[in-house]
């Protein structure tokens, strides 16, 4: 690890954290870059704009997308440039024409999994949508809504990512448990062992997979969790397992903090070979990191409150984390000024490297 690739991958912030009116746990691109979608956790789906010809990033913020009714954990958009597609944790699945001024869903099934959808993703060739959540079923929707299969992967999936050449799918549970499917034969391909991001206590379960990541050149699988200690106000070290793809073998252990960081939340690959990564943990804890799996140490840290998500824009040249307000412990101590609880936001940070 050179001088040279720290200061490569050591960020700063474009300019003052854009600040939100409501709370956002799940983020995407459009495919041109043109417009930046946000997942809350009140049943919208919020949109913002570039704005053109301008030296750094501005969003323009957009009427938020309407039609879900919960949290929106999980958002994505299709390659055609024009749709999205989102769900919540009521079970509900709905598609926008976001470019266009309307808010309400071009289409919508209500209770397309039993209970809370923790992820929706596109295929790579964009002729599939999967869905997955508590139920255990993987779905698969064509792009127009209509049912075409499911897997039935069981306990309660987190998290889901496809094989780079679209042919198979990588399957995370909250239970830690870690699978690998043939699409064609809807057979399961190998297991991987995530055991040490799952802990039960007492009467809790504690800890699953909560975040997923293929090498583009599909030979590693990247998980991120973390090594529960107890239960509660979960303590752990945030935590990512990269795991051959070919064999299932573990590969590396990477520890990404001290106990009060506790989970791993996003995992994002930058094409200069670096991994960028968002942990959360106790109130005002969270970080950026910068790491290659090769590397004992990060290339660098950024502390930011509570990270949720990192994307990065299609163009490379910056990028964007979800984070949480200060003082979000929800205890009852922050106060406005008229003495009133304020509620929680979520301030985004967009973000550059040094050679972009």
Known sequence: MTPELKAKFTPKA????????????????????VFLLAGSMEGQVGRWSLVPDKPEPELAEKPPLTGLISWVSTCACLPDGKLAVAADSFGNLACWSYCDDATDPVWKIENAHDGWIRCVLVSPDGQKIATCGRDGRVVFWSADGKKQSEIKVGGDLSVMRFASDGKSLFVGSLESKVTQWELAGATKVREFDAGLLFKPNRLQDVGGVHSMAVSPDGSQLLVGGTQPENGGNVQGKP????????????????????????????LEWHP????????????GQGKFVCWR??????????????????????????????????????????????????????PLVVMTFPTT
């Open 293 to 346: 799996v090769e590397d004992e140490q990060p290339l660098s840290e950024t502390k930011l409150s509570n990270c949720h998500a990192v994307r990065q824009h299609p163009s490379g040249k910056w990028l964007v984390l979800l984070t949480t307000n200060a003082g979000s412990n929800g205890n009852g101590k922050v106060v406005d000024k008229d003495g009133e609880y304020r509620g929680n936001s979520s």
């Open 14 to 33: 474009a300019k003052k954290p854009l600040e939100l009116s409501q709370q956002f746990i799940s983020t995407c691109f459009s495919p041109t870059g």
């Open 272 to 283: 200069d070979g670096c991994w960028l990564i968002t942990t959360s943990g106790n109130p």
């Open 239 to 266: 935590t990512v397992l990269a795991f051959d793809v070919a064999s299932g073998e573990l590969k590396k252990k990477a520890e990404l903090g001290a106990g009060g960081d506790v989970f791993v939340t996003d």
